[in-house]
């Protein structure tokens, strides 16, 4: 998780972990400087799922972190798995 290419990239600047059948980490590049290696572009991380709670059955993506580069992205995202899942 913590290895950008353990990720897929589901369109341009969008990586995606997957967690389980409904829920995963999304990372979204933001900005990029092409000369620059990508683990310094700034982005965002998600966690995103279909969820249920109250008897409500529904769909949310939350900021875990915002406009970071992409390497806190990863580092972040791990540290929540371990937090959350593990």
């Not at 990372?27 to 290696?37: G, Q």
Request: hydrophobic fraction near 40%; charge should be negative; include cysteine.
């Amino acid at each position: 998780m913590t290895d950008l290419k353990n990720w897929t990239e589901v369109t341009k600047g969008l990586y995606r972990y997957v967690l389980a059948a409904n829920a995963a980490y999304e990372i979204h590049i933001l900005y990029h400087l092409s000369d620059t290696d990508i683990l310094v572009a700034k982005a965002s991380l998600f966690v995103v799922g279909d969820w249920y709670s109250n008897g409500n059955n529904f769909f949310e993506r939350e900021c875990l972190l915002s406009e970071q580069p992409v390497f806190e992205c990863l580092k972040a995202a791990d540290e929540d798995n371990r937090e959350n899942n593990c």
